[in-house]
């Protein structure tokens, strides 16, 4: 596995461990996804230009329809 790779799934499990933690805690799934949106939305303005940030939201949306359901997704 190469070190970007690497990086990746550490990060992603790691986001996935405090999701789980605030869904233990019975806090609404849907202020998370929102919070995690709102903050990946904001990343991607600040380290983005203004062509890239529109084309990676040109590909969300494209993509839309392949998203998986949370639960069916294998966890790591």
């Not at 799934?9 to 202020?31: G, Q, R, S, T």
């Not at 995690?36 to 990676?56: C, E, I, P, R, W």
């Amino acid at each position: 596995m190469i070190k970007d790779e690497h990086d990746l799934e550490y990060i992603y499990n790691e986001v996935l461990i405090v999701i789980e933690k605030l869904l233990k805690e019975e806090h609404d799934p849907l202020a998370i996804a929102a919070v995690f949106a709102s903050q990946a939305m904001g990343l991607y303005k600040t380290v983005l230009s203004d062509k890239d940030y529109n084309s990676m939201i040109n590909s969300i949306v494209d993509k839309k329809d392949k998203v998986q359901p949370f639960e069916s997704r294998s966890l790591h």
